[in-house]
């Protein structure tokens, strides 16, 4: 039977079959809806393909399609298009007439750029540019007023368009494993997000108010932590007219252990203030006590300030950014208070500016310095020996400290020594370098624990290699993708050059012919 005598036909599945083209009598079928043409050897769309016009779903997903027919365009009942895991490279200017498109994947192709017209799909919901070399997204896609699902997983994006704050609808934005390093601050603006998968990225802080029902997916490529922000931070928290300022400034820090394969996640994510503060201000002190983390940037911790974090009663995690220059003496955190705290991370330019007592935050388990530079204080001994709970001591700071920075070099030196005589097993971190174990504990390390160890640092060799393997894999398809327009181009040029030879020809067999007799 010949396909244009099927005039109904609604659905024409050939999906998993040897056929290897479409015939331009498919264009006979004016009442086709669905046309599935996946993992066929089918490499291209007929121009008759224009006219289907009821047609709502066109699937052509792991074929050798190399691109989309600017015809595709005339499509304009269109809702589901589906070009994944093809060789295309481009998609058409024409792809702004589908104005009933609402999903649209181009996953694991050779597209590299998203054309500007993308932000005339107002009924676009899912859009999937995942596996792809994009290395950025066109501002008018915050013209995509419908749009729900945003996948840039596996990409080369490293920062979102502040119009992305436009999404109002936009719940599921999926970057993990791309090169994503922070997300806008007016990113706080959207509302209805459910998921934020930022699974292998960079990015450690969320500046906006979000429901209780935000799932945050951190960590490994092979590891997922999701976790459920606090209700310090829930929209019904409710805060007082007072404080409408301050919960403005509110946003979301989530730490990560990055010193071995697993991405470990510490168990809390931060509820940031942001802008320098001389002191913690009121607001915080009015209506964050009973928070569970705090990240503040401050240039002074009198003790009236300490009291009030000391006696938050939900506190596990605390980041004090100190801006000020070394004080005349170190600040000494004794026994009592901070009773739940287990976490704790220490940004200030010089080194030895803490010390702590005994019995000093019971239940504290990391502790986190970042250090830029500075001179030593004799006989400084921070105290971690009179931290009953440690466990992990992480110092970011110059990889040339060693030679220019003394400070450091005898604060991480009295750290090391304190952590020797530890009661605990002690873990040291120095910016990326390999763990030091310190700690009575540490001598009664099994064998299981050196081998698990050793497998976590082999899983991350895997991981980096699996990374550059797939970097290699993207920058190959986009070699031969340019060769293959090099070709294409060349192809032309002498289509065209032996077209203009043959017509020379034509004409000097013309000129030469002489005239036939009557």
């Given at each position: 039977m010949e396909i244009q005598k099927l005039q109904h036909l609604e659905t024409l599945n050939i999906c998993d079959t040897?056929?290897?083209?479409?015939?331009?009598?498919?264009g006979k079928l004016q009442q086709l809806k669905t046309l599935d043409a996946s993992n066929t050897k089918v490499t291209e769309l007929p121009t008759e393909i224009e006219k289907l016009q009821y047609l709502k779903t066109l699937n052509v997903c792991n074929t050798k399609f190399t691109k989309l027919p600017r015809e595709?365009?005339?499509?304009?009942?269109?809702?589901?298009?589906?070009?994944s895991n093809t060789e295309i490279t481009e998609l058409p200017t024409e792809i702004e007439n589908l104005q009933y498109l609402k999903t649209l994947n181009v996953c694991n192709t050779k597209l590299t750029k998203l054309p500007r017209e993308i932000g005339k799909l107002q009924h676009?919901?899912?859009l999937n540019v995942s596996y792809t070399t994009i290395t950025e997204l066109p501002k008018e896609i915050g013209k995509l007023q419908h749009l729900r699902t945003l996948d840039i997983s596996c990409t080369k994006v490293t920062e979102l368009p502040r119009e992305i704050t436009e999404l109002e609808r936009l719940e599921n934005l999926i970057a993990r494993n791309s090169r994503l390093r922070k997300l806008p601050k007016e990113i706080r603006k959207l509302q209805h997000f459910r998921t934020l998968d930022l699974r292998g990225t960079h990015v450690r802080e969320l500046f906006w108010k979000v429901s209780k029902s935000l799932s945050v997916a951190v960590g490994g490529m092979y590891s997922v932590k999701v976790l459920k922000l606090p209700l310090a931070v829930s929209s019904?928290?409710?805060?007082?007219?007072?404080?409408?300022?301050?919960?403005k400034d509110l946003s979301i820090f989530v730490l990560t252990n990055h010193f071995n394969s697993n991405y470990e996640v510490q168990p809390v994510v931060m509820l940031n203030v942001a802008g320098r503060h001389v002191s913690v201000p009121q607001c915080v002190k009015q209506h964050l006590r009973n928070v569970s983390s705090l990240d503040i940037r401050i240039y002074k911790l009198g003790d009236e300030d300490l009291e009030f974090l000391r006696q938050m009663p939900n506190l596990k995690a605390l980041a004090i950014r100190y801006e000020a220059a070394l004080p005349r003496e170190p600040i000494s955190i004794t026994r009592g208070g901070f009773s739940k705290l287990e976490t704790f991370y220490l940004d200030c330019?010089?080194?030895?500016?803490i010390t702590f007592q005994r019995r000093a935050m019971p239940n504290l388990k990391h502790l986190e310095f970042k250090f830029y530079t500075g001179s030593k204080r004799q006989d400084y001994s921070m105290g971690i020996r009179h931290l009953q709970s440690l466990q992990?001591?992480?110092?970011?700071?110059?990889?040339?400290?060693?030679?220019g920075s003394p400070g450091i070099t005898a604060t991480i030196e009295a750290v090391r020594k304190e952590a020797a005589e530890h009661r605990n097993r002690i873990t040291i971190y120095i910016n990326d370098n390999d763990a030091e174990v310190f700690g009575r504990g540490a001598e009664s390390i099994s064998q299981v624990q050196k081998a698990i160890l050793e497998k976590e640092i082999e899983e991350k060799?895997?991981?980096?290699e699996r990374n550059d393997i797939l970097e290699k894999e993207i920058q190959e398809r986009k070699d031969v993708a340019e060769k293959h327009q090099q070709l294409l181009q060349a192809a032309e040029k002498r289509r065209a050059e032996c077209g203009d030879a043959t017509q020379a020809k034509q004409a000097t067999l013309s000129v030469a012919k002489p005239a036939s007799k009557r």
């Open positions: 040897s056929v290897m083209e479409l015939p331009r009598q498919i595709i365009g005339k499509l304009q009942q269109l809702e589901t298009l589906d070009a676009l919901e899912t019904h928290w409710g805060f007082p007219s007072s404080g409408a300022k301050c919960s330019r010089l080194p030895q500016v992990i001591v992480v110092f970011r700071c110059s990889q040339y400290y060693t030679s060799k895997q991981i980096q």
